[in-house]
């Protein structure tokens, strides 16, 4: 019988593999959003008026990210690191078409 159980743990090491990682300087509560070609460490902190306290590092661990950013896009009152799909140096993207821009 054919098991799907070496497949799943594959695509999770594949996965894993495809991250980059950790540089000594990130906070361990930073987590990588986006592609390895387009992501950051991230950090979202608490929310400010009109948007998030964000910090965020890339893969060398040099800081590129503080400050508020604000949703641009449908209202919410969390976002999810989950939701992020890419970084691009200038805007955070979220699986739903949302946008949120440095303020």
């Not at 799907?4 to 990130?26: D, E, K, Q």
């Not at 959003?33 to 902190?45: A, D, Q, R």
């Not at 040099?62 to 970084?87: H, M, P």
Request: proline share 4%; hydrophobic share 40%; aromatic share 10%.
């Amino acid at each position: 019988m054919f098991s799907l159980r070496p497949i799943a743990v594959l695509t999770v090491v594949c996965a894993m593999a495809c991250l980059p990682s950790r540089p000594r300087n990130v906070p361990e509560d930073a987590t990588w959003v986006g592609s390895n070609k387009e992501g950051c460490f991230l950090k979202i902190g608490k929310r400010e008026f009109a948007g998030w306290h964000f910090e965020g590092w890339d893969k060398e661990g040099k800081q590129i990210v503080d400050g508020i950013w604000e949703l641009d896009g449908i209202a919410r009152a969390n976002i999810s690191l989950k939701s992020i799909t890419r970084f691009d140096g200038q805007v955070f993207y979220l699986e739903d078409g949302a946008k949120i821009n440095r303020q």
